[in-house]
């Protein structure tokens, strides 16, 4: 291999993160601010020395560009472009750093590629992702926790992930929810399998293994540190060493996991002799035209999604005024009851009133999207009911739930929130491409969807809410006589800013 074709080869690998800089930076920005994802920094080099690793293998092979491997190629360019429409940022993470593994595929062939496996693919460890399992293991944590309390013999008084104890009060939130324990136990645990083990049923039995003992593990460190809390009379495991304690148990359950894995370990794999032959001067000029004609559509195959997602975006941008003059309500206008507010990005516009109707009282909040900024839209893990670390308000329980509104099927979400004017029930959903849905995944699909057709990003969250005093069915059924009434001139209203599309 020559120099040049070395550095085309070089540079059609890298040209990825200069194309999608942006995305590329997004992945660099959450290492900076998130601890738990710190880990980034070090996947790149690791992959790069488990390569140099194989070197001596690599050495007696050719590169043998794999053309079908474009078609693999386009296809994540165009799923970034979906999540670029949608604004799904992790999948424009994941389809930038797949583009990697694929890009070597295609300039240097399903021989050399294969010999690069693990180290290319463990690229993809380099992705911030692990956040959606946040709410799943701070549940199991809290069930985990307070079930072990109970056979032990400690009375638990529980409220989702609030409970209390004789001897105080304790709350399974983000930090203990073991996402961190998870992510670096995964990543270890890939390294780890790949370098002692030959076998795939070994790797891939490691690789589970790493995964189920921090979840179990996490919860015997809550119930420990709530134990040790308890013991003491609230006076350790409840301040900074709380979380000396957490990772001094999960550095303790880490080198058990890797001492008892060691004694399945298999011998290194012997590197393979090398090819007989070198290649004719014909051959290899041939081979040189092919790798840099690959290089070349490695790059363009790559840089045409960012320039279409711009085309889209100008040709969707919408200046129409969004009102809601239309609407009207079937029910009187009353005074606040409350002066929560659901924290979302700013919208284009919103809808925020309240109305009564003999003893039934009902809020409504339409928070209305369009021109959606990346990363402050209607679909986001920042937008919340209840800001973190509220100090006035907290959110009690979320579930899904469907309702029979005018004879239709309403599926949304219900939240029970407390706060300084009391408890209140929650029933919230989106409006987006002129339907409801209460699912993340599908309202992304939708937007992008919509943009892909020139249609605009336009969205509502849409919320209405209601008191009650000790039973929440009092507030369910205020909100299903009002939905009854009301929703389809909600809807209508909400239609009409979709279909007036000012003059481009």
């Known amino acids: 291999m020559t120099l040049v074709t070395g550095l085309a080869i070089a540079l059609a690998l890298f040209a990825p993160f ?73 999948v424009r993470q994941y389809a930038l750093v797949a583009m990697v593994p694929i890009a070597a595929l295609a300039i240097l062939g399903p021989r050399m590629a294969w010999s690069m496996a693990f180290p ?46 004789p001897s105080g009060s304790w709350s399974v939130v983000e930090a203990c929810s073991g996402v961190r324990y998870l992510i670096s136990s995964f990543t270890l645990g890939c390294i780890y399998a790949y370098l002692s083990y030959r076998s795939p049923l070994r790797r891939a039995m490691f690789i589970l293994v790493s995964i189920a003992v921090p979840i179990i593990a996490n919860g015997l460190r809550a119930y420990m540190i709530v134990m040790i809390g308890h013991v003491s009379g609230m006076q350790l495991a409840v301040g900074v060493d709380h979380l000396i304690y957490g990772w001094l148990f999960f550095g303790l359950v880490m080198f058990l996991m890797f001492w008892i894995g060691s004694f399945w370990r298999e011998a290194e794999e012997q590197p393979r002799a090398a090819e007989q032959g070198r290649p004719q001067a014909r051959d290899v000029s041939v081979s040189r035209r ?49 002066d929560w507010k659901p924290r979302y990005f700013p919208p284009k516009a ?77 029933w919230y959903w989106y409006w987006i491409d002129g339907r409801f849905t209460t699912n993340d995944y599908l309202g992304k699909l939708l937007q992008a969807k919509e943009k892909f057709l020139m249609r605009g990003d336009d969205g509502a969250a849409m919320m209405v809410f209601a008191p009650y005093a000790d039973n929440p069915d009092e507030a369910r059924a205020a909100l299903r006589d009002f939905l009854g009434a009301n929703l389809n001139a909600l809807e209508v209203a909400l239609a009409g800013n979709r279909n007036h599309r000012g003059d481009h």
């Open 18 to 90: 200069a194309i999608y800089f942006d995305t590329a930076r997004s992945i660099v920005s959450i290492w900076n601010s998130s601890e738990t994802f710190a880990h980034g920094y070090i996947i790149l080099p690791i992959s790069l020395w488990l390569i140099w690793k194989r070197r001596d293998e690599l050495s007696t092979r050719q590169p043998a560009p794999c053309w079908p491997a474009f078609l693999l190629l386009a296809a994540c360019g165009f799923g970034w472009l979906l999540a670029e429409l949608g604004d799904v940022q992790v």
């Open 120 to 165: 290319l693919l463990f690229l993809l460890l380099a992705v911030p992702f692990g956040e959606i399992f946040i709410e799943p293991l701070i549940a199991f944590t809290a069930d985990f926790t307070v079930a072990a309390l109970q056979l032990t013999g400690i009375p638990v008084l529980r409220e989702g992930s609030n409970f209390t104890i």
């Open 290 to 338: 092919r790798i840099l004609a690959a290089a070349t559509g490695v790059v363009v195959c790559v840089a045409i999604w960012p320039l279409y997602a711009l085309y889209i975006e100008r040709a969707v941008a919408n200046p129409s005024p969004i009102e809601f003059g239309d609407f009207k309500a079937q029910w009187s206008e009353a005074v606040a009851f409350t």
């Open 350 to 426: 919103e809808l925020y009133r309240f109305f009564e109707r003999d003893a039934q009282k009902v809020g409504v909040s339409i928070m209305y999207y369009r021109n959606q900024m990346r990363g402050e839209g209607l679909i986001s893990s920042t937008n919340r009911l209840v800001a973190d670390k509220d100090p006035h308000w907290r959110r009690v329980n979320t579930s899904a739930r469907s309702e029979i509104i005018s004879q239709q099927m309403l599926a949304l979400r219900e939240a029970r929130i407390q706060g300084p004017s009391g408890p209140l029930l929650v």
